[in-house]
């Protein structure tokens, strides 16, 4: 394993990059392509307890942030792969701050996302509380375009991603798609003809049915990620594992997340199977984790990690993930993962078995990469951007 160190990122510190050693003229131009609904979120933290009807409830810390498919976008450029969204944004103030943090502070390509004149961007509230949150959204379907300019649009009660978008996306060595019972995505297909590999997500299959010939664009998939009660429920087991080795069936990897038991992997290919456990954290906001779980996971796949180094990457970056509030904006970056690794290493009694579990990370943090610990960055209004 190898990386490139640059001058500074987005952020003002060294740029890794974990390519580095595969990357060649031919290559295309973009290491990772998504596409979905990017939401402003406003999330509320540091709540004792649930909000009580007809009652106020004060929270002691509050962030804003761009979320939704904002959320894994930001991650994946985090962790220094070229990353290209194709989304929807409303021509409101909220829109043009979702699209300036996004492009100007983290550097995502959004040359194939559009600004929809009068349409106002979604919203979702987010209070955290003893570990758990709750979310209200509001929005609504983007107006259509002509057809090479038809912006992305999102997931749940708006239109699937991808229904005002053209079906040709731009080269890349990966995609992420959210699979969902039902509905094919055509740009799925033509990105896996171009050869780009697809990662595929799921969530709660609201039908009841959890059919997976209802997920057709799972064959072209190289992985699929649920978590344990999806994988269950998908393949009629009562074990995790043995829902992780019954998906291998249907798709090369299977990666089953196990929450606060970590997560168990599968690749038909190789005969592989691995299993990290979770990194115990002080959780703040579990906003994004499993975004940010996703994008660790094929940072490392597209990287041509081992198995078990993708799965325990993925699971670092998700733990470090939940100490900050938001989703886009509490995804770490390799100076958190710095900061962790040397952290770690300093702590007296510090088991060395758990150590060697994420002894790679030494070959890809680069000399002088050194923040304190732990990192907070999060702003808590949108208001303060332009001034600072």
Same mark, same amino acid.
């Given at each position: 394993?190898?990386?490139?160190?640059?001058?500074?990122? %987005?952020?003002?510190?060294?740029?890794?990059?974990?390519?580095?050693?595969?990357?060649?003229?031919?290559?295309?131009?973009?290491?990772?392509?998504?596409?979905?609904?990017?939401?402003?979120?406003?999330?509320?933290?540091?709540?004792?307890?649930?909000?009580?009807?007809?009652?106020?409830?004060?929270?002691?810390?509050?962030?804003?942030?761009?979320?939704?498919?904002?959320?894994?976008?930001?991650?994946?450029?985090?962790?220094?792969?070229?990353?290209?969204?194709?989304?929807?944004?409303?021509? !409101?103030?909220?829109?043009?701050?979702?699209?300036?943090?996004?492009?100007?502070?983290?550097?995502?390509?959004?040359?194939?996302?559009?600004?929809?004149?009068?349409?106002?961007?979604?919203?979702?509230?987010?209070?955290?509380?003893?570990?758990?949150?709750?979310?209200?959204?509001?929005?609504?379907?983007?107006?259509?375009?002509?057809?090479?300019?038809?912006? %992305?649009?999102?997931?749940?009660?708006?239109?699937?991603?991808?229904?005002?978008?053209?079906?040709?996306?731009?080269?890349?060595?990966?995609?992420?798609?959210?699979?969902?019972?039902?509905?094919?995505?055509?740009?799925? %297909?033509?990105?896996?003809?171009?050869?780009?590999?697809?990662?595929?997500?799921?969530?709660?299959?609201?039908?009841?049915?959890?059919?997976?010939?209802?997920?057709?664009?799972?064959?072209?998939?190289?992985?699929?990620?649920?978590?344990?009660?999806?994988?269950?429920?998908?393949?009629?087991?009562?074990?995790?594992?043995?829902?992780?080795?019954?998906?291998?069936?249907?798709?090369?990897?299977?990666?089953?997340?196990?929450?606060? !038991?970590?997560?168990?992997?599968? !690749?038909?290919?190789?005969?592989?199977?691995?299993?990290?456990?979770? @990194?115990?954290?002080?959780?703040?906001?579990?906003?994004?984790?499993?975004?940010?779980?996703?994008?660790?996971?094929?940072?490392?796949?597209?990287?041509?990690?081992?198995?078990?180094?993708?799965?325990?990457?993925?699971?670092?970056?998700?733990?470090?993930?939940?100490?900050?509030?938001?989703?886009?904006?509490?995804?770490?970056?390799?100076?958190? @993962?710095?900061?962790?690794?040397?952290?770690?290493?300093?702590?007296?009694?510090?088991?060395?078995?758990?150590?060697?579990?994420?002894?790679?990370?030494?070959?890809?943090?680069?000399?002088?990469?050194?923040?304190?610990?732990?990192?907070?960055?999060?702003?808590?209004?949108?208001?303060?951007?332009?001034?600072?």
């Amino acid at each position: 394993m190898s990386h490139s160190g640059t001058p500074a990122g %987005a952020h003002g510190v060294p740029h890794v990059d974990p390519l580095a050693a595969l990357r060649t003229p031919g290559d295309p131009p973009w290491d990772v392509y998504l596409t979905g609904t990017v939401f402003l979120d406003i999330i509320f933290t540091g709540l004792d307890s649930a909000p009580v009807r007809g009652t106020e409830s004060w929270a002691r810390g509050m962030g804003s942030s761009p979320g939704g498919v904002a959320n894994m976008a930001t991650a994946l450029a985090r962790l220094g792969l070229r990353t290209s969204l194709a989304a929807a944004f409303g021509d !409101d103030h909220y829109g043009e701050y979702c699209w300036d943090a996004l492009e100007r502070g983290e550097a995502i390509d959004l040359s194939a996302s559009r600004t929809v004149p009068g349409w106002h961007s979604p919203v979702t509230v987010s209070m955290a509380y003893e570990g758990e949150r709750t979310m209200v959204t509001h929005g609504h379907e983007p107006p259509p375009e002509e057809p090479s300019h038809r912006p %992305a649009s999102s997931s749940g009660k708006l239109p699937p991603p991808g229904a005002h978008l053209s079906p040709r996306p731009p080269r890349a060595r990966g995609a992420v798609a959210s699979l969902a019972p039902g509905r094919s995505e055509r740009w799925i %297909a033509h990105a896996a003809r171009q050869g780009t590999r697809i990662f595929g997500d799921v969530g709660w299959d609201d039908t009841g049915r959890w059919d997976l010939a209802a997920l057709p664009d799972l064959r072209h998939c190289e992985a699929f990620l649920p978590n344990a009660e999806e994988a269950m429920r998908y393949t009629g087991t009562d074990c995790p594992r043995a829902a992780a080795h019954a998906l291998t069936e249907h798709v090369p990897v299977a990666v089953v997340t196990l929450g606060s !038991d970590g997560a168990y992997a599968v !690749d038909r290919r190789t005969g592989e199977s691995a299993e990290v456990p979770a @990194i115990a954290v002080e959780a703040l906001d579990p906003t994004g984790a499993g975004d940010v779980f996703v994008a660790g996971f094929v940072t490392g796949s597209l990287a041509g990690w081992p198995l078990a180094d993708r799965l325990g990457f993925a699971g670092l970056t998700a733990a470090l993930s939940v100490q900050e509030f938001g989703g886009s904006l509490s995804a770490p970056g390799w100076s958190e @993962i710095a900061a962790w690794w040397r952290e770690v290493q300093s702590v007296e009694g510090q088991d060395p078995a758990a150590l060697s579990r994420y002894a790679f990370l030494a070959d890809l943090i680069p000399d002088g990469l050194v923040r304190p610990w732990p990192l907070r960055r999060a702003v808590p209004t949108i208001g303060f951007g332009r001034s600072a």
